[in-house]
């Protein structure tokens, strides 16, 4: 069954810092994949998504991840966080529907 | 073009009674979904719909959660009775058919909360 894991629980970043966030896969064949972030009470917003192709893959908000086969991972990077980048994210791995991974929340210190 | 609305936003019930939850996907979008989302975790599937019929329920607890789309449009979830592990945020999405049906459109979510 597919399933994503997200290692880590909370990150503390500074403004204009970059930011990195893991997230590994389970998956068989080649996923679909997705990154999406939820605001404090908001519903999730879809930021990138991975069908096929070039494996780096631009977003919204400036952000993008990179597909890496070899390491099931898939990375979401921002070169410069802003403080409105304070919120969870969700990567979430799809074949039939969607399963998400538990988050990580993105705290920025100005 | 108008988001997916949810209702009401906020829901505080005593355990063993029974509430209700509104979605209304975005316009045109056949499939709609109800996720639950428990604090710490990442959204679970419970029941999604194609058009007015049934794709996927097998993770909804179908002795106290329920769920119509009549018309294929509007969708309502309830609980009865509800139980304090029931205590979660519940998320409607909706989206397109075919590969789109990946880029899932949510709702701001309802804050149930059981006593």
């Known amino acids: 069954a597919q399933s994503v894991t997200q290692p880590d629980i909370h990150i503390t970043v500074s403004e204009g810092a970059s930011l990195e966030l893991r997230c590994n896969y389970s998956?068989?064949?080649?996923?679909?994949l997705f990154w999406y972030v939820q605001s404090p009470g908001q519903g999730l917003q879809l930021l990138l998504k991975?069908?096929?192709?070039?494996?780096l893959v631009q977003g919204i908000k400036g952000f993008e991840a990179e597909f890496k086969r070899s390491q099931s991972s898939f990375n979401l990077r921002k070169p410069s966080v802003h403080w409105s980048d304070a919120a969870e994210y969700f990567c979430?791995?799809?074949?039939?529907?969607?399963?998400f991974g538990a988050g990580t929340t993105v705290t920025v210190r100005a | 073009e108008a988001g997916v609305a949810q209702s009401p936003r906020y829901k505080i019930i005593e355990k063993r009674q029974s509430v209700a939850f509104w979605c209304n996907p975005i316009?045109?979008?056949?499939?709609l979904y109800w996720y639950q989302q428990i604090l710490g975790q990442g959204p679970k599937l419970l029941i999604q719909?194609?058009?007015?019929?049934?794709?996927?329920d097998s993770q909804l607890p179908k002795d106290r959660f329920s769920a119509e789309r009549l018309k294929g449009v509007d969708s309502t979830l309830k609980i009865q009775p509800a139980k304090l592990e029931d205590s979660a945020v519940y998320l409607c999405?909706?989206?397109?058919?075919?590969?789109?049906?990946?880029?899932?459109?949510f709702g701001p979510g309802t804050r149930l909360t059981v006593t």
């Open positions: 998956y068989g064949a080649t996923p679909y």
């Open positions: 999405a909706s989206s397109s058919p075919g590969q789109a049906a990946y880029e899932q459109y």
């Open positions: 991975y069908f096929s192709g070039d494996t």
């Open positions: 316009s045109g979008h056949a499939t």
């Open positions: 979430a791995v799809a074949d039939y529907k969607l399963s």
């Open positions: 719909f194609q058009n007015n019929g049934v794709v996927d």
